[in-house]
Every structure is written in structure tokens, then in C-alpha cells.
């Protein structure tokens, strides 16, 4: 599987369980919610930064977005 469709699903995931909104997740990762959207998706191929402020937004390590 793609890295960017992987992280995508990871992601999706991780917000879902914690009940939160595309807009909440991309407001708290101080993010637009259409990237966020385009990283769901794998869309968009996101830096190590944003990764890390998705994943604190999350509550959650980096190597939980990127993992199988």
C-alpha cells in the first residue's frame, strides 16, 4: 500500500476513535481542513512536521500514523 493512502487510513482511524471532526482535528493541528482532507484521502504527501502536529492533535506518536 502507498505510504500517503496508509497514513491517510491511519489517521481516519485515530480521529474517528477519539470522536472528532475533520474541522476539530485540522483546527487543533492548526491545519486548513482541506489538507487534512487531502491527507485522509492520500492525497496529499504531508512533511514531518505536519505529521507531527496531526499526531499531537491526536494524541498520538508519528510512528502511529505511518505504521501498517
Known sequence: M???????LNVQRLRRKRGLS???????ADIHQ???SGVETGKRNPS?????????ALGADVEDLVKK
Open 2 to 8: 502507498d505510504l500517503r493512502k496508509r497514513v491517510g
Open 34 to 36: 482541506t489538507y487534512l
Open 48 to 56: 514531518l512536521l505536519v505529521l507531527e502536529r496531526i499526531g499531537k
Open 22 to 28: 475533520q474541522e476539530e482535528l485540522a483546527d487543533r
